[in-house]
Each structure stands twice: as C-alpha cells, then as structure tokens.
C-alpha cells in the first residue's frame, strides 16, 4: 500500500497552525513540484524536533484538484455539501491548499509553516491561518471531551485511508471552523449541557438510550449506515481562541466522504420529527471547505501514475 501522510492518523499534540491557501493562476506545474518536496521536509522537520512529534499533512481542495492533477480524480471528491436550514447555516469557502501542522512545541509549527511559505513564495496566497492547542485532556471550550468516539489503533487507518486502487493511502478531509458563543453557553447549567451533549461532562459518560434526547450531539453525530455499521470519521479536531473568539477547528478524515455529508445533515435538518442538533443553538460555522489528502507517494511523483 501507498505511505500515507503521517499526521492524518497520528495521535493528538498540544498545538496546531493550520494554513489555508488559494493558488495564483498559470503556476500549477511549479505548485506540483513544490507539493512534492513537502514530505520530505516534513520528514527533516521531524527528524530535527524529534521530541516535539512534529507531523504535516497537505490536502488540495475539490475545486482545484482538476486544474493540478487533471489526469486522475479521487472517485467522490466534490465541493463543500453547503447546507442552510432555518437558522442553521453550513457554509462553504473556496480553498485551494490546506497545510496541518501539530506538534507538542508552538515554535516547530512555527518554523514548519515559514518553511512552506518560502518554498510555495508568489505562487499561493494565504487567506487563513489557525492557530489551535489542546485543552485540559483532551476538551473542547464547552468544557466536553472532544472525539471520544474517534477509533483506537489500527481502526484509525481503516476508517481514515483509502486502501486500494491509484488513491491508496489517501483520504477525503473536511474542515470547517466553529465560532462558539460561550457565554451563552455558560448560562446553561451543567445538566441541560449534558443533555445537549449526550455525555456526562466530567467523566465522559454516554448517556443510555433511553435518557438521551433526540436533540442531543451524540444523537445526530452517530450514525449508522444502510448496512447498519457506523459511520466513522477520523476526527483531528482541535479548539482556537483568544480573548475575543473562541470555537473549534473541526477537522474529519475519512476513506467515505459521503461519511461526513450524511452525518452534516443529520445535525442540521434533523430527524423526520425534525429535532436537529441543538448543539448548534451555541455554535456557528463560519468556514467549511472540502480536500483530498493524497499519499506521499503521489505527491512526491507529482500525481503520475505508474
């Protein structure tokens, strides 16, 4: 199987920066080429800073694949799955290049993502760099572990990766960025929280079937497929914030992209009753972009099948 890029399934770090780019026009054969330096400094940076556990991974977005690597497409790669329902709104953003950077030291990511700038130079645009740490063990500032149900071991490349075909090792990644509203949050008592959530905040407990409310997160975040297996996502989420704004940068890898569609829609329109997620009454997405995270192998072959 094709080597995949590392930090799609790696374990979690203590800090993220996560660039998104758009492309100049009339540079795709220089970007192709730039592309496939990227895991070898990757590779340098983590050999360099083996202690922070430094990994990259670079994802090209669904608009811009076909002008980059016009002579194969990753079978369901496509924009965004906009979505707008009453009040909730799911909207996409244009991005061409998307860049994770974690490790456990602020300065690697630092360094990695100068790196990458001056290797691409005038030939991309930088529209938006999140910065992200990890909090407490582990929580999103709701104050909820956050991922609970990402898949332990060896399933995190099962679910994640693409395992035959010309997109080995591959996977489909979506991004978007949540702005919560934690002061709004913050006036709801810890058992309403629960109940929204579908888990004991503390100790992280899912609650049973029959005490969880059909608005809950859980609810509408598992889902089962026709088959009646679950639909997983590799979820690499990780909380932003300052003093001003605060959210969570929702980052979801999978070998299925429709994975994440379906689950996307079940949280914004909800059940045939209509009970959405009500999670949402206190976060609001303000990004959303769909890419395609290819193997080492194709990035450092320039996207030439052999």
């Known amino acids: 199987m094709a080597k995949e890029q590392w930090g799609i399934c790696?374990?979690?770090?203590?800090?993220?920066?996560?660039?998104?780019?758009?492309?100049?026009?009339?540079?795709?054969?220089?970007i192709r080429e730039a592309l496939s330096q990227l895991p070898s400094i990757f590779n340098e940076l983590?050999?360099?800073?083996?202690?922070?556990?430094?990994?990259?991974?670079?994802a090209i977005g669904a608009s811009?694949?076909?002008?980059?690597?016009?002579?194969h497409k990753p079978e369901g790669l496509k924009s965004f799955p906009a979505m707008n329902h009453e009040e909730r709104y799911m909207p996409a953003v244009p991005v061409d290049l998307y860049v994770q950077l974690r490790s456990?030291?602020?300065d690697v990511n630092y360094i990695a993502s100068r790196r990458i700038t001056a290797l691409f130079g005038e030939m991309i645009e930088l529209i938006e760099q999140v910065p992200c740490f990890r909090y407490l063990d582990g929580r999103d500032l709701t104050g909820f572990v956050d991922g609970t149900e990402n898949p332990k071991g060896r399933k995190r490349r099962e679910v994640a990766l693409i395992q035959d075909g010309v997109?080995?090792?591959?996977?489909?990644?979506h991004v978007q960025r949540y702005r919560h509203h934690l002061a709004r949050w913050?006036?709801?008592?810890?058992?309403e929280q629960e109940l929204i959530i579908g888990r004991t905040k503390i100790d992280d407990i899912e609650m049973s079937k029959d005490d969880m409310p059909e608005f809950s997160h859980v609810k509408h975040a598992s889902m089962k497929d026709d088959e009646g297996q679950s639909m997983e996502l590799m979820r690499q989420s990780m909380p932003y914030g300052n003093l001003n704004e605060q959210g969570l940068l929702f980052v979801a890898y999978c070998a299925n992209p429709n994975n994440f569609e379906r689950i996307l829609y079940n949280m914004v329109y909800g059940s045939d009753e209509g009970t959405y997620d009500h999670l949402l009454n206190y976060t609001t997405?303000?990004?959303?972009a769909a890419f395609f995270a290819p193997s080492v192998d194709f990035l450092v072959n320039q996207g030439v099948v052999h």
């Open 285 to 288: 997405a303000e990004t959303g």
């Open 104 to 106: 456990d030291r602020q």
């Open 10 to 30: 790696a374990e979690a770090n203590l800090h993220g920066l996560h660039l998104f780019f758009n492309a100049h026009d009339g540079y795709e054969p220089v």
């Open 186 to 191: 913050e006036r709801v008592p810890t058992e």
């Open 64 to 71: 811009f694949w076909d002008e980059l690597y016009p002579d």
């Open 46 to 58: 983590n050999e360099q800073f083996s202690e922070a556990m430094f990994s990259g991974v670079v």
């Open 167 to 173: 997109f080995a090792g591959g996977s489909f990644l």
